[in-house]
C-alpha cells in the first residue's frame, strides 16, 4: 500500500535556500597556454583521415602535439568518443573528473583528462563551431561528460532483445579490431565518453537525464590538441541527432569525419606530466 509522503518540516525553505559551494574550485587547476592553444589553430596540416560510418565505430591515432577534428557531414549526427593513452590503454579518458572539473558539457578551453593515477590532460579543446549554443530553456547543452553510452546491457534489460549497433558494442569492436585483443578483453577498455554533439541535460522536475535534437549541422566541428600520444575511437551514435531514441535502427544516421593534423603546435610539444601524488595512500 503506497505510503504518505512525510510533510516537510518547519524550516524545510531555510534548508534549501542554502547557497552552494563548487566542489572542485578551479582556481589553482593548470590552464591550458593561450599561446600554445592559438598555435594548435594556426598552419594545420592534414596528416589523416577516417570516416566514422553511421551506427559503427573506427579507431584513429593523434600525436601528442598534433590536432583531432571531428566534423559533422551530411547530416546532424552526434559521436560517442573514447580516448586511450596509446602506450597504455589501463589509462583512459576520465568522464566523471572531466564532469567534476568543468561541468556537465564541455568547450573550447575545456580539458579531457586521464584516469587515476595519471590524472593529467589528454587532450584540451581549441576550437568548437557550437560554442554559440551555451545553456538552453531546457536546461540542455551541447558535448556532455554525464551519460554513459547506449550499452547492449540496458538495452536488454528495458526492452529485451539482443542488440549490438549500441556505442558501447560499436567502440568494443573497433578497439578488439585496431588492437587484436579479443571481444571480451577489448569490452574492458571501453570506458564513458565523451557525448560529441549531443545536446542535453537534466529535467527541472525529476532530474531526469534529457536528450533533444543536436543543434549540429553539417560542417561543425569540435578540434582537440592531443596532450599525450592517443589512442582513439569514436562512435556514430545509432540515435543519429538523438532527438528521438537511441539503440535504434530507423533513426536517420550519417557519418563523422575525423581528421588528424599536424599544426604550429607540434613541433616541440611537451606531454604534461603524469600527476605528483606519491601513491602512498597514508602508509
Known sequence: MPQTPPSPPADAEARRAIA???????????APDPAVMAAAREGLVKQAEVLVPPREARCFRVAAGQVFRITSVEGPQVGDLNLWNAADLSDRFYSGKTRALHG?????????????????P?????????????IDEFGGSVHDVIGTRCDPYTHNLLSGGQYHHCCHSN??????????????EAERHVHDVLNVFMCTGFTRDTGQYFMKASPVL??????FLAEIDLLGALSACPGGDCGAEHSSDTAPCHPLLVEVFDCAATPGHTPPPVNGYDRSHGR
Open 20 to 30: 552552494p559551494v563548487i566542489c572542485y574550485p578551479v582556481d589553482t587547476l593548470p
Open 122 to 134: 589528454m587532450a584540451t579543446i581549441v576550437a568548437d563551431t557550437l560554442e554559440w549554443y551555451g
Open 218 to 223: 553539417p560542417g561543425d566541428h569540435i578540434d
Open 104 to 120: 556537465t558539457h564541455v568547450t573550447t578551453g575545456d580539458r579531457l583528462w586521464s584516469s587515476f593515477p595519471a590524472l593529467r
Open 171 to 184: 567502440l568494443t569492436r573497433a578497439l578488439a579490431d585496431e588492437t587484436g585483443l579479443p571481444l571480451a
